[in-house]
T-cell receptor
Framework: KQEVTQIPAALSVPEGENLVLNCSFT??????LQWFRQDPGKGLTSLLL?????REQTSGRLNASLDKSSGRSTLYIAASQPGDSATYLC???????????FGKGITLSVRP | EAGVVQSPRYKIIEKKQPVAFWCNPI?????LYWYLQNLGQGPELLIR????????DSQLPKDRFSAERLKGVDSTLKIQPAELGDSAVYLC??????????FGPGTRLTVL
């Protein structure tokens, strides 16, 4: 059974800091890995999707990397801003039915 | 383009009462998902539809939960009777085939 772990559960940083969010998964047989953002009381917004054959994806100040063999992914946020405050969830897709398995998320607070 | 629409956004009921949630996916998306998200947890898949067919309902507690997608467009998730432990956020997502999933804002259910 696939398990996705995100540690720590919460993180607080000052504005402008570069930061890394970690995600690990137990079964390396994945189709892809996604990072989502969830604001309080809202649904999930997909930030980046990395196919199993890829090593990284970039979008603006966000960069996600994937090391499938070691079961790890990182989300790098450059020059963090208060507007980046949210919960960031990692999810891996496995199986023929495109099943997404989510981590519990990391709640990020960026202090002005 | 409109996103995934869910209603109601909030619902408070007493235990043993029935409740229903509605989801309208993004136009053209043939795959629809219902997820359950408990507080501090990542979403967990309840059921996945390909058009009208439920292709993965292995995590749906069928003794009290039911879902339908009669015309392959919008969908309804029902709980009857609701229990205290059903208090959670119910998320709907849609995708074109097995592509990126787009999430709705969710319905927050409170069972008293």
């Amino acid at each position: 059974k696939q398990e996705v772990t995100q540690i720590p559960a919460a993180l607080s940083v000052p504005e402008g800091e570069n930061l890394v969010l970690n995600c690990s998964f137990t079964d390396s047989a994945i189709y892809n890995l996604q990072w989502f953002r969830q604001d309080p009381g809202k649904g999930l917004t997909s930030l980046l999707l990395i196919q199993s054959s890829q090593r990284e994806q970039t979008s603006g100040r966000l960069n996600a990397s994937l090391d499938k063999s070691s079961g790890r992914s990182t989300l790098y946020i450059a020059a963090s801003q208060p507007g980046d405050s949210a919960t960031y969830l990692c999810a891996v897709e496995t199986g023929a039915n495109s099943k997404l398995t989510f981590g519990k998320g990391i709640t990020l607070s960026v202090r002005p | 383009e409109a996103g995934v629409v869910q209603s109601p956004r909030y619902k408070i009921i007493e235990k043993k009462q029935p409740v229903a949630f509605w989801c309208n996916p993004i136009s053209g998306h043939n795959t629809l998902y219902w997820y359950l998200q408990n507080l501090g947890q990542g979403p967990e898949l309840l059921i996945r539809y390909e058009n009208e067919e439920a292709v993965d309902d292995s995590q749906l507690p069928k003794d009290r939960f039911s879902a339908e997608r009669l015309k392959g467009v919008d969908s309804t998730l029902k709980i009857q009777p609701a229990e205290l432990g059903d208090s959670a956020v119910y998320l709907c997502a849609s995708s074109f085939r097995s592509g990126t999933q787009y999430f709705g804002p969710g319905t927050r259910l409170t069972v008293l």
